[in-house]
Structures are given as structure tokens and as C-alpha cells.
């Protein structure tokens, strides 16, 4: 599967952004999806993740009732909807895939990966 992130921007501190991760392939909708994000001088860390029918989702503890993860697999498309964001939100966000089932965290266990998109959150 191929994976291509967009809708990265400048955003003002307490604003919104919605990213949004288009899959080529017929099969989309059998891999768990997951967003990530690093930040400069950071390691990559897991923001988001659903599984493939979209029914199980994780968030990492800093999102969690302020991103919102979805998955249309008609459209072979995964989005990431962020608000209230802050400046500590301010890195390159990637989509992955991975084909085994069950959600993950771990960013080694993606084995796709988009070229990312830039999340830039100002004061």
C-alpha cells in the first residue's frame, strides 16, 4: 500500500486542523492505520491508531479528547482532526499502515509509511 499524508499548515495556538492520509490499493481496508509525529530533535511518537474495520481506536494520552481519528476504507482514505492545538503540537505528522491485525503504538511495527505533512502550531 502506498500512503500519501496532506493538509498540514500554520495554524494559531487553540485552532483546528484536519489531516488526511490517502491509500493506494485495493486492500486498505484490511490494514490497522496509525498516525504519527516527530517533532525536531524528538524520536517519532504515536499520536493515533484504528483498527481496520475502524471499531477499535487508541490515542496517545497529550490527544486524546481533542484529535479525532477516522477511516472511510470506500474511499481508501484515513484522517486526523485536530483542534485545540498547541505549539507542542508542532511537528511532521505521517500516516502508516500495517498488515497484521491489532492496533500498536509502536512505530516499528508500521511497515507503511507516508512522506509526511507539516503540522506547525504558532502562539
Known amino acids: 500500500v502506498q500512503l500519501q499524508a496532506s493538509g498540514g499548515g500554520l495554524v494559531q495556538a487553540g485552532g483546528s486542523l484536519r489531516l488526511s492520509c490517502a491509500a493506494s490499493?485495493?486492500?486498505?481496508?484490511?490494514?490497522?492505520m496509525g498516525w504519527f509525529r516527530q517533532a525536531p530533535g524528538k524520536e517519532r511518537e504515536f499520536v493515533a491508531t484504528?483498527?481496520?474495520?475502524?471499531?477499535?481506536?487508541d490515542y496517545a494520552e497529550s490527544v486524546k479528547g481533542l484529535f479525532t481519528i477516522s477511516r472511510d476504507n470506500a474511499k481508501n482514505t484515513m484522517a486526523l482532526q485536530m483542534s485545540s492545538l498547541k505549539r507542542e503540537d508542532t511537528a511532521i505528522y505521517y500516516c502508516?499502515?500495517?498488515?497484521?491485525?491489532?492496533?500498536?503504538?509502536?512505530?516499528?511495527?508500521?511497515?507503511?509509511w507516508g512522506q509526511g505533512t507539516q503540522v506547525t502550531v504558532s502562539s
Open positions: 502508516a499502515a500495517r498488515s497484521y491485525s491489532g492496533t500498536s503504538r509502536n512505530p516499528g511495527s508500521y511497515a507503511y
Open positions: 490499493g485495493r486492500t486498505f481496508s484490511t490494514y490497522v
Open positions: 484504528l483498527s481496520a474495520s475502524g471499531s477499535i481506536i
